[in-house]
Nanobody
Framework: QVQLVQSGGGLVQAGGSLRLSCAVSGRTFSAYAMGWFRQVPGKEREFVAAISWSGSITYYADSVKGRFTISRDNAKNTGYLQMNSLKPEDTAVYYC????????????????????WGQGTQVTVSS
């Protein structure tokens, strides 16, 4: 059974930093891409960042580029989202995800590419 368990998040002032973690079990973590998405009430879940199975390719939403960094530690079966220079508009529930398909996927930024999801973690940035 594939499980994605998130940790991190919380309340931070604008300009601050947080790191989200996503521990994966039940599969060979290193064979799968990872994505991070976020959602605010009343809105669609939106893409934040993604990383290829090898870690050699990363993708970012324009809104977070230069502030957020996605990474992975295959030895620990864990993915990370380092969030710096946080803004109030970054407030959302953040989700990590992995696709069913191993290795290369067609669209790293689409929610439809991902099949397994973490439980979500709240990030609140105060002004």
């Amino acid at each position: 059974q594939v499980q994605l368990v998130q940790s991190g998040g919380g309340l931070v002032q604008a300009g601050g930093s947080l790191r989200l973690s996503c521990a994966v079990s039940g599969r060979t973590f290193s064979a799968y891409a990872m994505g991070w998405f976020r959602q605010v009430p009343g809105k669609e879940r939106e893409f934040v960042a993604a990383i290829s199975w090898s870690g050699s390719i990363t993708y970012y939403a324009d809104s977070v580029k230069g502030r957020f960094t996605i990474s992975r530690d295959n030895a620990k079966n864990t993915g990370y989202l380092q969030m710096n220079s946080l803004k109030p508009e970054d407030t959302a529930v953040y989700y990590c995800s992995q696709p069913l398909r191993a290795y290369i996927i067609s669209d790293y930024t689409s929610e439809r590419s991902y099949d397994y999801w973490g439980q979500g973690t709240q990030v609140t940035v105060s002004s």
